[in-house]
C-alpha cells in the first residue's frame, strides 16, 4: 500500500472515529435531556392540576365536596323556612278573605241568600282589618262551585265590588262598574263555566270558586249626625240567587243585623294558616292559584290533590313562619320604601296603600308582592276605584302613621289634625283611628274611633275643621271633633275621601299633618 493510500485510510480512520464519538455524545445529551424531560414531566404533572384555575363555584362550594351533614341539613332547614315565609306572603290577600269569610259565617250562617248588614254602622267589637263606620256594609261570600251562575241584584248608588279571594277585582259594582250608579244585574260565573250566557246581565268570569261580596250604601244626613235608615234600606234590596233555578226553588234573602256582636274576622295567626290553605288549594281549580304562588306553596310541600303532611321540623318552621312573616311586613311598614313612591306629597306624611300602583299592586309591569302585603296586613279589598283619578265617583283613602316631626302617632299623646276648608269629596269625608299592627279600631269606650262631614264639627273661621286625638279629649273640645287613643300603643289615621274631587288630584286642597299638642 503506497504511502498515500496509507495517509487516506489513516485520515478516514479519524474521521470515523470522530465521528462515531461526537453522535456518541450528542446521543447521551438527548438522553440526557430527555430523560431530564421526563422526569421534570413526571414531577410537575400533580403541580400543574392544583395549581390550575378553580372554577369560582367549585372554590365556594368546600372545594367541589359536599358539605358536612349538619351544615347541610341547616341549610336545607333555612330554605324551607325562608320559602314558607314566602308563601305567606303571597297568599297573605287569599287568608285575609277566608279570615273575613270564615268569621262571618260562624257568626251569621252561611249561604248565597245570607247577607250580614251593620245595620248601625261597624265598630271596634267587629275585629276586622280598617273597618268602615262611616257607611253601611253589606258583606257575603259566594260559592260557585256549589250554585253555579249566580245573579246578583245590586242596588242604585252603592259603592261596591265583586273580588276572587285573592282580592282581585272581578268588576267594580255602582258608579265606577258597569251599571253607572243605577244599579242593576251582575251575572258571575265559575271559572270552569262553558255554557250559555244569556242577555240582560253585566256577566262576568270569576278565577276562583269563592268570590267575595262586599257593598257599601251611603248614609243620610240626620239631625247633626248620620242617618243609616235610607242606607240599610237600600242594602236590603240587594237579591242573590242561582241563574237556572226557578222562582219557587230560590231561598228567601236574610239580612241578619251584624252591628254590636262581637265577631272575629280577622285573618289566622297560627298553623291554622296553613291548613286552611290547604282546604282552599284543593278546592278551587288549578289556575285559581297564581303561578308564582303556586311555585312558592310547592316548595313547602303544598300541591293540589296531594297530602300535605310536613316533617315535624318542618312544622316548627310553618309555624314559626306564620309567627315572623307579620313581624317583617311590619318591619317593612315602618322602615318605609327607598323610593318615597308611598308619600302622597313632598312635603307631609300622609301615605298611599297603594305607593302609585294600580289595584293589582302593579309597578313598572311587576308585582309588587311587599306592598301588598303591607296592604293585606292591615286592610281588605282593593278596586280600580279607589286608585283611578276618578272626579267624584271615585274614592281615596290618605292615611298617616307619623306626626308632622317624623316620629310615629302614640295613643299616649294628644294630637291636632288641621283640615283646610272643603274637603273635595263629592259625597262625604271621614276620619277614622285604627290599630297600625292589624287595623283594627281601638278599644275604648268609644265604639266608634271616627267623625265624618255628617256630624256638626265646629268650624273655625274660614271653614277649616280642627280634629283632635289622644287618651282624653282636651277641654273645650265637641265630642264630634275628638277621636279616642289607646295610651301605650301606636296608631294610625286614615282620612277617607268618597267622590273624590279635583283638588286632590291637583294638590290643591292638602290636609296638614297631625301636630301633637301636650308636648
Known amino acids: 500500500m503506497s504511502e498515500h493510500t496509507h495517509n487516506y485510510y489513516s485520515g478516514s480512520h479519524f474521521y470515523l472515529w470522530l465521528f462515531v464519538l461526537l453522535t456518541q455524545e450528542r446521543f447521551m445529551k438527548v438522553k440526557v435531556i430527555t430523560s431530564a424531560v421526563l422526569l421534570a414531566l413526571m414531577v410537575s404533572q400533580p403541580a400543574t392540576a392544583v395549581d390550575a384555575p378553580q372554577s369560582p363555584l367549585m372554590k365556594q362550594l368546600n372545594n367541589g365536596n359536599w358539605l358536612p351533614q349538619e351544615e347541610a ?18 297568599t297573605l290577600p287569599l287568608l285575609n278573605t277566608i279570615g273575613l269569610r270564615d268569621g262571618s259565617e260562624a257568626a251569621f250562617g252561611k249561604g248565597y241568600n245570607v247577607l250580614p248588614i251593620w245595620k248601625e254602622r261597624m265598630d271596634s267589637r267587629a275585629v276586622v282589618p280598617t273597618p268602615n263606620g262611616d257607611v253601611i256594609y253589606s258583606m257575603s261570600y259566594l260559592d260557585l262551585k256549589e250554585t253555579g251562575p249566580l245573579v246578583i241584584k245590586a242596588p242604585p248608588n252603592v259603592i261596591g265590588m265583586f273580588t276572587d279571594f285573592f282580592q282581585k277585582t272581578i268588576t267594580d259594582v255602582g258608579a265606577i262598574g258597569p251599571d253607572r250608579a243605577r244599579g242593576g244585574l251582575y251575572l258571575l260565573l265559575p271559572p270552569d263555566y262553558d255554557g250559555p250566557v244569556p242577555q240582560g246581565y253585566y256577566a262576568f268570569k270569576s278565577s276562583t270558586y269563592n268570590v267575595f261580596l262586599f257593598f257599601r250604601t251611603i248614609m243620610g244626613k240626620g239631625d247633626g249626625k248620620p242617618d243609616p235608615v235610607p242606607a240599610v234600606k237600600s ?4 237579591r242573590v240567587y242561582p241563574l237556572w233555578d226557578v ?36 278546592y278551587e281549580p288549578l289556575t285559581a292559584i297564581p303561578e308564582e304562588t303556586r311555585s312558592a306553596l310547592l316548595s313547602i310541600g303544598m300541591v293540589k290533590g296531594k297530602p300535605f303532611n310536613p316533617t315535624a321540623k318542618q312544622q316548627e318552621m310553618l309555624k314559626k313562619a306564620v309567627e315572623t312573616a307579620p313581624r317583617m311586613i311590619l318591619a317593612r311598614r315602618q322602615v318605609g320604601r327607598d323610593d318615597q313612591r308611598q308619600l302622597y306629597y313632598k312635603d307631609r306624611q300622609w301615605e298611599n296603600s297603594w305607593a302609585g300602583a294600580t289595584a293589582e299592586w302593579m309597578q313598572y309591569g311587576t308585582l309588587d308582592a311587599n306592598q301588598r302585603a303591607a296592604f293585606f296586613q292591615i286592610a281588605y279589598s282593593s278596586a280600580a276605584a279607589m286608585v283611578m283619578h276618578t272626579t267624584g265617583a271615585g274614592s281615596k283613602y290618605p292615611y298617616a302613621v307619623k306626626d308632622n316631626t317624623g316620629k310615629f302617632l302614640d295613643g ?56 283632635w286625638f289622644g287618651p282624653n279629649k282636651p277641654e273645650g273640645v265637641a265630642d264630634s271633633a275628638f277621636i279616642k287613643t289607646v295610651s301605650g300603643r301606636n296608631f294610625l289615621v286614615a282620612l277617607r275621601l268618597y267622590g273624590t274631587e279635583d283638588g286632590f288630584y291637583d294638590q290643591t286642597w292638602v290636609p296638614d299633618d297631625l301636630v301633637q299638642t301636650n308636648k
Do not use: C
Open 73 to 90: 341539613q341547616s341549610l336545607s332547614d333555612e330554605l324551607y323556612y325562608q320559602d314558607a315565609i314566602q308563601a305567606y306572603i303571597k
Open 235 to 238: 242594602a236590603e234590596t240587594t
Open 412 to 467: 299616649g299623646n294628644t294630637y291636632k289634625l288641621h283640615l283646610p276648608p272643603n274637603p273635595p269629596a263629592a259625597l262625604f269625608w271621614a276620619v277614622t283611628a285604627y290599630n297600625i299592627t292589624d287595623g283594627t279600631m281601638p278599644e275604648t269606650d268609644q265604639l266608634l274611633p271616627s267623625t265624618n262631614g255628617y256630624y256638626n264639627i265646629p268650624k273655625n273661621k274660614d271653614g277649616s275643621i280642627d280634629l
Open 247 to 282: 222562582e219557587k226553588e230560590v231561598k228567601p234573602m236574610q239580612f241578619p243585623d251584624a252591628s254590636g256582636k262581637r265577631v272575629n274576622m280577622m285573618y289566622p295567626t297560627d298553623a291554622s294558616y296553613w291548613q286552611k290553605l290547604k282546604t282552599f288549594v284543593d
